[in-house]
């Protein structure tokens, strides 16, 4: 199985003497292709840091971190971004959508700075936006939505360019119950079908419907392989 996500000895410093904080301390992770996991964590755990690296939107102060076979620790900012643009799709708790802009406009976005040709845009944005469920609401615009549509027409989005990766950031942290199970059932669809996620989240019902459960504490990885249906959140916190 080829390996997606590798951080060896991945240290984060921010700040010098006593400013200095230590986000991430020497981290190991690997996650393989097509595997579905949730990092968890309490407030400053590292588990946003992590996050942060792993999308390429920060580097690491030491260490290595291949994406795809990519050494990706030192590359340029405008590399950095090509990576982020070709290989990984964001989902985040706010659905950064622009407002101006229908469903469709918003989803072809990714492909212009892309450089994909106009008619492809049109295909594969309106082809992402029916497998998320929103095949009949092409031409609304944010506000026309509701707050789980406008974050399926962000999951078209960040599916558009066909990513090796998708990584979601407390993506139901702004839902209700029924619209996130909803939203839930789409991840696990992407994934069934071969793609790649990653999810922080703070909610043990959200994390317990992934794979297999990372959990930070301190700064270092604690647990790298729960299995969700066991997932307790005292229990590792009390660990």
Not at 151 to 162: E, M
């Amino acid at each position: 199985m080829q390996t997606i996500i590798r951080l060896k000895d991945v240290s984060k410093v921010y700040g010098e003497g006593n400013t200095e904080v230590k986000a991430l301390s020497a981290v190991n992770l690997t996650i393989q292709s097509g595997e579905y996991c949730a990092i968890m964590g309490p407030s400053g755990s590292g588990k946003s840091t992590a996050m942060n690296i792993i999308g390429c939107l920060d580097r690491p102060t030491s260490g290595r971190y291949d994406l795809d076979g990519i050494d990706v620790s030192r590359l340029s900012d405008d590399d950095l971004a090509h990576i982020r643009n070709r290989k990984i799709g964001f989902v985040f708790q706010q659905f950064h959508l622009l407002p101006q802009l229908s469903a469709m406009e918003n989803v072809m976005l990714p492909m212009v700075y892309a450089s994909v040709p106009l008619e492809e845009r049109s295909h594969r944005a309106e082809e992402a936006l029916t497998r998320v469920g929103l095949g009949n609401r092409l031409n609304n615009r944010p506000n026309q939505l509701s707050g789980g549509q406008q974050q399926r027409v962000a999951i078209a989005r960040a599916i558009v360019n066909r990513p090796v990766l998708l990584l979601a950031d407390e993506p139901t942290g702004a839902l209700d119950s029924k619209t996130t199970e909803e939203v839930m059932e789409i991840f696990a669809e992407l994934n069934a079908s071969g793609m790649t996620v990653v999810m922080v989240t703070h909610e043990a019902d959200v994390a317990s419907q992934s794979r297999r459960v990372v959990w930070f504490r301190d700064g270092q990885v604690l647990h790298d392989h729960l299995d969700p249906a066991d997932l307790n959140q005292r229990a590792i916190a009390a660990s």
